[in-house]
């Protein structure tokens, strides 16, 4: 069923949000990008438009939803606001690379919509950003936007992560809403601690650090003037520096609109011309050579063909498991290293199952595992058969393993033992 237009709004609403919050969780680098990058023919008023360009990228999700389409839809949005605030000047550069990662963010936000590292990759941005811009004179005018900005980060940081946290523990759904004694049991903490916080990075802290230094510097000077009777030496100020004259500007003669042309196909050309170039170079070694340059271009081509997953959390969910303990995730990790340190070995082998059973599951994801490898992006909500379909209109020419499949969710689901010659017949059909 094709979703309607109100709910393509709200959804697109929501995820703008979350992208302009993920921006003010980096707004530090912003900071830096304006008094360090930004040329000083470009008026920072056109920063305000590097969100409009998220909007626009998660306007067009739906049609790059393929990650060279994503870059290639990213770069044309970065080069359009590189024109139109540069030209084609040298000063176009940074707002075309700025352009082109806020459009890529716009379009690829589906899949960061319900990931909440941002959060904390911000705090720790924010807390760099408190100590540094105080010290270095041209980001001290800056420092009270940092210190507001970083106070309403830590806050949506808690909240945000409170919240998938509750939803988690409690097995609720993300349209479903909490239990309402879990919820006011929680929100007496989370008042309390965002309160706290709240006041420290106002600069509660900041006075209480001050108040200790100043005691403890205080006491020590006590101490030392008490054991000596001499008074430390007066600061000499030292004189300024001799102004360096200036040379005299000459006059700049600005070009015509018909050299703004030429400079534009010229720039125009010379981009096709090189990645024509690049194409055929990547062609030429993909056909007649082999090893590590086959394979790093098998590898480049597979990233280029990764779609990005829908969002659909109410979907099914085949295999799913969340039990945390100590044991198993210490002993994940010595088989982890076990398997990455035995050279030639693999732990996913067919002589180490031990059932039918388990040799038809493992003949399914040598199968998944075999599309993935060549650029299929397999999707965890659905189901066995659904994940067929998938993969047939991925790819139009591949003959549906119903065998398999049928196997597979007799095994799964079924409580009837396979036999070990289909089994074994299947394993010689598939050729794995």
């Given amino acids: 069923m094709k979703p309607s237009s109100v709910f393509y709004l709200k959804e697109t609403v929501k995820i703008w949000i979350s992208c302009l919050i993920e921006l003010m969780m980096v707004l ?57 605030t540069g030209g084609t000047s040298m000063s176009a550069i940074s707002m075309t690379v700025a ?47 940092i210190t507001k900005a970083g106070i309403l980060c830590v806050v949506l940081a808690l909240l945000m992560t409170n919240r998938n946290h509750l939803r988690y523990s409690s097995l609720s759904g993300e349209s479903s809403p909490l239990p309402q004694g879990l919820r006011r049991h929680n929100q007496v903490f ?14 509660m802290g900041k006075i209480v650090g001050l108040w200790v230094w100043n005691s403890v510097r205080n006491f020590l000077g006590w101490i030392i003037r008490l054991f000596s009777n001499t008074s430390p030496p007066p600061v000499q100020e030292e004189a300024p520096p001799a ?36 194409y055929l170079t990547l062609r030429w070694l993909y056909r007649n050579t082999g090893g590590i340059w086959r394979r790093a271009i098998e590898a480049l081509l597979t990233i280029l063909r990764r779609e990005q997953s829908p969002r659909n959390i109410n979907a099914y969910i085949d295999e799913e498991k969340s039990v945390f303990t100590w044991e198993k995730t ?71 393993p119903d065998k398999l499949l049928e196997m597979y969710e007799k095994a799964r689901y079924g409580e009837i033992e396979p036999s070990a010659a289909d089994v074994a017949a299947l394993k010689e059909q598939l050729k794995v």
């Fill in 28 to 84: 530090p680098i912003w900071v830096l990008f304006q008094v360090y990058i930004l040329p000083a023919g470009i008026h920072p008023i056109w920063m305000s438009v590097l969100p409009l360009l998220t909007l626009t990228g998660i306007l067009l999700r739906s049609y790059f939803h393929i990650r060279w389409k994503q870059l290639i839809g990213s770069l044309l949005l970065g080069v359009g606001i590189g024109l139109i």
């Fill in 99 to 145: 352009g082109c990662t806020c459009s890529y963010l716009g379009m690829t936000a589906v899949s960061r919509y319900h990931s909440f590292r941002i959060y904390w990759v911000g705090i720790a941005l924010y807390f760099m950003a408190a100590i540094f811009f105080q010290r270095i004179p041209e980001l001290q005018e800056n420092t009270a936007l």
């Fill in 330 to 400: 210490v002993q994940g990790i010595k088989d982890f290293w076990r398997s990455k340190l035995a050279v030639g070995t693999r732990r996913d082998l067919w002589e180490n199952m031990n059932s039918s059973k388990e040799r038809v599951r493992w003949l399914y994801r040598q199968w998944l595992r075999s599309k993935r490898e060549k650029g299929y992006e397999a999707k965890s909500y659905l189901t066995p058969r659904e994940t067929e379909e998938d993969v047939l209109k991925w790819a139009s020419s591949q003959i549906a």
């Fill in 190 to 203: 989370v008042f309390l601690f965002v309160i706290i916080t709240a006041l420290l990075a106002a600069g």
């Fill in 243 to 278: 102004v360096m004259p200036e040379m005299p500007i000459g006059e700049s003669n600005d070009p015509g609109l018909l050299a703004h042309i030429l400079n534009i196909s010229f720039y125009i050309l010379g981009i096709a011309a090189v990645g024509a170039l690049s």
